[in-house]
Structure formats: C-alpha cells, structure tokens
C-alpha cells in the first residue's frame, strides 16, 4: 500500500489569489515519488522514440502505461508470461497505468456501457471485447502497476446532465465493485478512484462525495481536457480538488500545456500525465521557458545555440537549433528523440522548480516569474 | 595526411585457400583506425536512430556521410556556418565521405556526365545542381571528411565494354583533375581514388593501372554490389585488390553481408561501408553468430531470450526477444533504435573478432568456426 506523506501545505492569499499548492511523497513498492509530479505516457510499454535511461535523464520519477492498449498489443498473456511490464520494459521505478476509460470514449469503436461494464471493438482490428471493473483491475494487475485506476466512463464536451450523470452512476458502480475485488485480491499495489460528473458542478460533487466514501489510496479527476474550454476546465478542478481527502494524492488526468500545470498545482493537484510533450516533440514543437517554438522554422537555419540557453537537457547540453532543424526536417529517426528528451525534461524540470518553490514558500513567486517570461 | 601502418600481412596457405587477410590502423586528425573496419552510414548527418554515444558503444571508429545527401540538405551552408560535420553532429572520431557518384547512379534524376562532371536533378525537388570533380572535393573539405572520395562514374549491371570504358575513362580524367584541385588547396584531410571498369577484369586492370599512377593516400573498388551475381562480385574484387599498392588502404565500397566481409576481408580488403545492418535493422532483420532473424516471427512472442546470447550490445544486455517483437509489431520509434544498436554492434563486434583472428594468425581458423556456425 502507498504511504502519501503531506510534506506543505500551502493555503496563502496574496492580493485576491488564494494559493493551496502541496508538497508531497508518494512511497511505493517501486520508490518514491516527489509530488507534485509530471508522468511521462508510454503508452505501449514505451514513452515513444526514448529510453529509460533517458527517462531517468530526464528526472522522470514515475510513468504511465495504458491499460487498453498494453491489453490489446502485447496483451495479457505475454506481458504475464515476461514477468510484468516493469520487468517487460526494464523499468524499475513506479508505474501507473490507467483502466482504459479515456480510450474506450476517445478510440475504441462501439463502445457500450453496461452496469457489467464495457463491450469493445478493438480500434487495431475490431475484434470484440468486454472490460469489467474486476477485470480492469485485474489487468492492472497482471502488468504491475503500482497505481491502478478504477474502471471509469469518460464522456466528452458537450454532454447532457442526463448522459453525464448515467455515466457518473456507472463510475460510482465500478468504482464500488472494482475496489471490492481489489480488496478480494489482497490489495497489492494500489487502487485509485476516478471522480466524473462532466461540467456540472454538482455532479461533481456528487461523484466526489460517492467515492471518498470508498477507501482509494488516492483519487483522480478525470472527464477533463475533453474538448471543453480552459477556464471550465480550470473551474472544474478548482471546485472538485477542495472536496477530495487532503491526505491523499490527488491526479488530475490527461492535462496539460506547462500553464495548466502551474494552474493545477496553484490549486493543490499533486499527479499529472499527458501526451503532449512527446506527441508535441514528434511534431517539432518545443517548450521552452519564454513560451513555445517550432523547430522547423527557417530562422533556426543557421542557428548555433541549443533549443533554450536555461535547459541542462542532453539536447541542449550538445546540439544547436540549426541541428535539430536539419533532423526535424529530414524525418531523421533522431529527432523525434532529440526533441522528446528536451520536452519530458523541460516538464519535468519544471515540476522540480514548483516544488522547490513550495518548500521555499515562494509558489506566488516562482508564478509570477513563470508567466513574465511567456512570450507566446 | 593519413598514416596506414600495415602491422601484419597474413600471406598464408591452407589447403588450396589463400589468406591475404592484412591488419594495419590508419591515423587521421580525429584519431586511430584499426583495419579492417567496417563504417556504419550516416547519410543525412545521422547513423539513422542512434546516437554518436550508441556509435562509441557500437564501437564505431569510422562513419560515413553522403555527400550527394548533405550537398542537398542540409546544404554546404549550414555545415560551414556550423563549423564542418563532426561539430555539427557532434561525433569527434573520423570520418570519410563519398563522392556523390553513387548516388548519381542510384538516386538523382537525369544524371548527364561529360569530361567536365555531372549534372544532375535532386531527387526531392528536381532541382538542377552540376559536380565537377573539384567541386565534390571541394564540398567534402566543407564538410571536413578526414578520408574525402574522387568523384567517379558508377554503372549498373549488365553494362557494354563500351558503356563501362567510357565510364571508366571519365573516372580517371576526374581523378586527376580532383587530385590536383585537392593538392592545390593544400592537400587538407585525405583524397581516395575510386577504381571501376565494372565486370571486365581487363578493365578493372586498366583503371588500377591508371589510378595508381595518382598518389592518392588510399584506393577503393567502386562499382561492385551493383546488381552482379555474388562470385562476379568476389572475382572482381579478388581480381583488382592485387593490384592496388600494398601499404595504402583498400576501400571497397557499399559492401556487404557478413559473409562479404569475411570473405572481403580474406582477400586483403581493409575498409567497407554498407546500409545493410541498419537498413535492415528497421526492417526487423538481425543479425547473430549462426545468421539473421526476423523479429516479427510469431515464435519470439513469449521468448525471454535476448537476440543473442553472446552478444553483449546495449539490446541483448537489457532487452527480451518478446520486447523487441512487440516494440517492432507496434512501430514503436524504440525498436529501430534497439534494433539498430544491435545489428550495426554486431557488424563491428564480427570486424574485431576478424582483426583478433589475423593478428593471431589463426584467421582460417576464424572463417571455419564463423561458417561452421551458420545455419541460414
């Protein structure tokens, strides 16, 4: 079972802005996270075009695998069969897979909802598949996750509070029996609950007083980031992170751009995960401390420096701009991991620069100085 | 200039087999070469998926680059302005460059050769560009080769007596001219003449002849590898490396498998250049001691074992059969890293095991126990 240990607290106000961004660990059987933390997705048992060595590079402490994908390619069978996929994919510090939820709503074909569960057309080659809540947890369990997340019906913007509220029910359901067969199970590793309840806040509400109600380790938001405007998003989280347990790790899911991350933590999330600094790297868009740039650009032609003068990345510690152009350019296979490396640091150096600033007391700060360098 | 110390000259008989297998190093300005090597192709200023810390793992001591490719993109420009190739793609150990008249052959549209050079179309854009022989040699010293090629006149097989004269004929006049451009300019880095005469031993004599006259610092053998039957090739090869001087290094180009380099080597060839390992690692094929693999077969599916026992690569090291069938089934930018790494160690673990044979003397030995092994 994870420990969560509350390291700060802070709940400072400065002129009208209320600051309740937490500084944390999350100890696990596979070591110890420093929250708040950013999780590299490595969808299919790889955070594409990278190592791990380059993930430890990079200062990832924990990565995210997808339950739906890893279930469909390698599958089960082998993943068992090699010894888990820590073990599969030579990674040894913590991992967090998800329960397929989020796919189910963004990939796989005719999804349909049940209080059984899932039915499932494979997105690869349609085969037909059912996702019990057990069996989600079950899954999880066979590729080893040290957090695994309760099986979840994720809905799309705009829904109906009717829709929203049928697939809330449903979560709660799953949540219910997933958490039950977990326990059944001996309770190893770690189980969390998914809250949803789409853009209504007293769905929200409702979903969050349901299942605190069910011992999770920890809980997570999700049914964000699914096409509804950034301020609702924000609005979203900000009236749902305050009625979660405060001894408990808190994950918003899928979100976000480096702004969003500073936002959430200001507002006390403590776990991450996305895909866009790898899918962004892949397609040539870097982050950097004054904002983003496209490495394609013709102005980086000739261009000696490293991508940003401030970044102690691989990348930017040996190649110039101009480099990095001609690879992004010629579809070299490098690139795409040059570019990688450079923004799974840069999230992760920045997640390291919030906590630091927590520790410090200086989290008003260190925003104010984030956003003053944005040009973009 | 380069320094070729020949440090053994194996000239030995073994039943009706004769070993001309040499052992030598060839000094540059970025450092030591053992002979016989084998150089991995960087065309595009990358050994495509790896790093210059996975060629120093791979035990790389040489890379090529193309310079039909780097004329192209990114442009003599950009390499200037950053400062010659190895800076821009940060490898410091040697490297050697083609002339572009490969690539005439393989690649560029509407090639026209005359005594003055080649004009040709890019195959990107169509875009018209002319090679004169200074002006290959001329860009290889931009982008600062140790080891730079003659532009030379590469033809397909079949070719006429007549077609492959005139090619041949042209090859020689652009030596000169090439060699005497490059003395003017001082003679920086090393200039190596290119032999053709394609499939005709009386040729192959003539163009040696008339090469040999130029006091390039080393020959290669051109024109092999293009379409011929295999024995054509080694009857070729075997026909023309006597003729080529004893303490100069012999070059032959665009070859081969591992059995090429075992045989090539045999017969006293010092340096090769081939796409295939890397080619073929993102095609899934991989090399080991008793012969290739697909790592696609259905068979590697549970398979715990790394690609080959006794190979001691980056891949074998950590990674599973299983994992790199699945990274490879999911197209996972990984797996022709992984891949890669592999094939292009295993082409350079076979040349130091070469090198080891010849300067203990039991070279025959060697070939009996690479063969012996061989099941495909």
Redesign the interface.
Known sequence: MLKFELLKKANKKKGCELSRARLGTITTDHGVIDTPIFMPVGT???V????VEELDHCKAQIILGNTYHLYL??GC??IE??GGLHE???WDKPMLTDSGGFQFFSLAKLAKFSDEGVAFQSHIDGSRHFFSPEKAVEIQMIIGADIMMSLDWCIGHPASKKQTRQALDKTTLWAERGFDFWQEKGAVNNLFGIIQGGMFKHLRSLSAGQLTQIDFPGFAIGGLSVGEPKNLMYEMADHTLPLLPVHKPRYIMGVGTPEDLVELVGIGCDMFDCVMPSRNARNGQLFTSWGTINISNAKF??D?EPIDMNCNCYTCS???R??L???Y??R???S??LNTIHNIYYYLDLMGKMRDAIRQDRFFEFKTAFYSKRQN
């Open positions: 299919l048992g790889s594409k075009s990278i190592s390619k390698p069978e082998v069969h090699l599969f994919i030579r032609r000739l000696k040996n190649y110039s101009s480099y152009r001609h690879l350019k010629s070299e296979l490098l795409y991991r």
